[in-house]
């Protein structure tokens, strides 16, 4: 049954439980634009993150051995991924409304490194059919990409469907369904649209309902095909950089409050989708759900450096996200439970800045995931800042966190400044997340290094490498339930604030040409042998 999360929820209790044959019109149920059409195309990664049919708890490790050491099962799957303002561009055409990032890089381009934007990016829009005919030749089972929610509806409810949208997403999900190639569509991937954010975003608990209904409007239209979906792409970095720091889109400052705000409505809003579908398509659709977390792995950073200290660091990064969706008693980590309330009472507050989920949120929003999505790139040094808490300094994340990060001097560093290669740390976070969490089914939804975009790009296979040879060794060696391996990303694309300065793709995109040629760089050669042999290539 739906639970009321918020006095919105509550309001539109009814609206949210009625049957998926409401009358046509309804504000609640939006009627379908596409017949349903099912099945023909096997689900083979919605099949392995499916939890057990009769709900008996966390699969137990994984003993299969049955491939050899140095090779991943039959069964283990590989996947690229994009994000919509990332390569679509097309960003004013066919409907399309404004997003946060819009709004961002054309009123604020000191912002971007290059001034750059995503109004052309890789013009996906026009030009998807070359990165499927890049994703076919490399030999991916599944393709992660995002909605554009500001393209489908620009002002972020149903009222506003745009039909144009909706055929573009359906071309492009029965394109790679004609090749074999599954699709896993992320809702939201950092662009909010700018009229919801003119509402407040992700810092007012409204977003939670409008989020319900743009999941329904995404379900009821191509849940027919998607059987895998995300809901929210890497929820620390969009709160605390884009709601607390204000760096970020949508560039709101306010630091401490701001980010817990955030990642508050993240966690209810992605519930009440969970739910949503629950009620009203799973028996129907069997599709399942997550929400990709992030976050670095953590080493002390000296021989002295307690291992609370790590595990303090994992906690306030990953675990703010994952402690509600998969811990014991669906509440944050009771370390930043204690030290933000205590922080806000030295700051004269009279309740935590960190949001109280009540007792009927708690229950809503544990175990509303089916399976552990995870992007990992890198990982840090951890040592405890030292001194009291001063309360007339703002309050951040940070600052709550007291977590000194440092790097290893002999760590290899990509063209990012904060990705610095670290391969034992993905290792080390998937046996965290088998210890803390009873072995959850993970999808690894993004890994990927940055280079000026060369062709002979070894630094990134040297990457793709050691990172699918620490994936291994979780599988085989530790017993981690690793499901699939997701490289960002198939082709170049925009990156945020960094602009066109840094490249992760493992084709070439020529910005500078008219045609924005797609080019397989060696890294392509690399992952293609990858998925053929099952093997990981020597040097």
């Known amino acids: 049954m739906m639970l009321c999360v918020t006095s919105l929820l509550c309001a539109v209790s009814l609206a949210a439980v009625q049957s998926s044959e409401a009358a046509p019109g309804s504000t609640s149920q939006p009627l379908l634009v596409q017949t349903f059409r099912p099945g023909g195309f096997p689900s083979r990664l919605r099949h392995a993150l499916k939890p057990p049919a009769d709900g008996g708890g966390t699969p137990a490790p994984n003993t299969d051995h049955s491939s050899s050491g140095e090779q991943f099962a039959d069964d283990f799957l590989f996947g690229a991924a994009t994000a919509a303002y990332q390569i679509e561009g097309a960003w004013n055409e066919s409907g399309r409304g404004p997003s946060v990032w819009d ?36 030999g991916f089972d599944f393709y992660r990409f995002s909605i554009s929610w500001s393209r489908l509806l620009p002002n972020g409810d149903p009222s506003s469907l745009n039909q144009a949208a909706v055929s573009y997403y359906n071309d492009l999900i029965d394109s790679l369904m004609a090749i074999g190639i599954e699709p896993v569509v992320t809702m939201l991937h950092y662009d909010v649209p700018q009229y919801l954010q003119n509402l407040g975003g992700f810092a007012s608990p409204l977003i939670v309902e409008y989020f319900r209904q743009y999941a329904d409007v995404l379900f009821r239209t191509f849940g027919d095909r998607v059987r895998v979906w995300i809901t929210h792409n890497e929820p620390y970095d969009f709160c605390v950089e884009g709601y607390g720091t204000g760096r970020s889109g949508p560039l709101v400052y306010a630091t401490g409050v701001g980010e817990y705000l955030c990642a508050h409505h993240v966690l209810l809003s992605h519930a009440a989708a969970f739910h949503h579908y629950n009620a009203h398509y799973r028996h129907v659709q069997d599709g399942v759900i997550g929400l990709t977390l992030s976050g670095r792995f953590y080493y002390p950073a000296t ?11 994992l906690e306030f990064q990953i675990g703010w996200f994952s402690d509600p969706l998969f811990g014991a008693d669906g509440n944050y980590p009771a370390t930043m439970i204690a030290d933000i309330g205590e922080n806000s009472l030295r700051e004269g507050r009279y309740t935590s800045r960190l949001p109280t989920f009540t007792d009927e949120q708690r229950a809503f929003v544990r175990g509303s995931c089916d399976f552990f999505a995870y992007n990992y790139y890198s990982s840090r040094l951890a040592t405890l800042a030292s001194g009291d808490y001063d309360p007339t300094v703002p309050p951040s994340w940070a600052r709550d966190a007291r977590i000194i990060q440092s790097v290893d001097p002999r760590w290899a560093r990509a063209k990012s400044t904060w990705l610095y290669v670290v391969p034992e740390g993905l290792r080390g976070v998937l046996n965290w997340f088998r210890v803390r969490y009873n072995n959850p089914n993970v999808l690894i939804t993004e890994n990927g290094f940055s280079d000026d975009g060369q062709l002979q790009d070894t630094g990134r296979i040297d990457y793709y490498r050691d990172h699918l040879a620490a994936v291994l060794a979780a599988i085989k060696q530790d017993g981690c339930n690793v499901i699939g391996y997701t490289a960002w990303s198939i082709i170049d694309n925009f990156e945020w604030l960094r602009g066109y300065s840094e490249k992760f793709g493992l084709y070439y995109v020529n910005f500078s040409s008219p045609e924005l040629e797609r080019v397989p760089k060696q890294s392509a050669t690399f992952m293609a042998q990858v998925i053929r042999t099952r093997t990981i290539p020597s040097k």
Do not use: M
């Open 103 to 138: 709004t961002l890089t054309h009123n604020h381009p000191e912002l971007v490194v290059d001034g750059a934007t995503g109004d052309r990016a890789a013009d996906s829009y026009h030009l998807y059919q070359h990165d499927i005919e890049a994703l076919g030749t490399l």
């Open 303 to 313: 021989n002295d450096t307690p291992p609370a200290v790590v595990e303090r660091a």
